[in-house]
């Protein structure tokens, strides 16, 4: 059984940094694209960022360009999502979720449609 499960999310005031986790099952792992999403209350899941599991290029929302980074360690079959400067409006429930690998490179990564797997969520808050 495929499995994604996230950890790292709390609560931090403006200017603060968290770093998300995303630990991923061998077969989830293996040449995917693996995205960041996150879904405020009241609002639609949009993706934050993502990966390919092959290689080194990652993609960004222009929403956090310049302060989030996502990086893995293949060793262990884990993604992390470096959140710094946050803003308030970063606050949202985080999810990690694996894709087909053409996802990353074809300009779609953002669209939840083509994730299959997802995690369960971790929650960030960030108070002003």
């Known amino acids: 059984q495929v499995q994604l499960v996230e950890s790292g999310g709390g609560s931090v005031q403006a200017g603060g940094s968290l770093r998300l986790s995303c630990v991923a099952s061998?077969?989830?792992?293996?040449?995917?694209?693996m995205g960041w999403f996150r879904q405020a209350p009241g609002k639609e899941r949009e993706g934050v960022a993502a990966i390919y599991t092959g290689g080194s290029s990652t993609y960004y929302a222009d929403s956090v360009k310049g302060r989030f980074t996502f990086s893995q360690d293949n060793a262990k079959n884990t993604l992390y999502l470096q959140m710094n400067s946050l803003k308030p409006e970063d606050t949202a429930m985080y999810y990690c979720?694996?894709?087909?690998?053409?996802?990353?490179?074809?300009?779609?990564?953002?669209?939840?449609?083509?994730?299959?797997?997802w995690g369960q969520g971790t929650q960030v808050s960030v108070s002003s």
């Open positions: 979720a694996a894709a087909p690998v053409g996802i990353c490179t074809s300009g779609s990564w953002g669209l939840v449609r083509w994730y299959n797997d």
């Open positions: 061998e077969y989830t792992y293996s040449r995917k694209c």
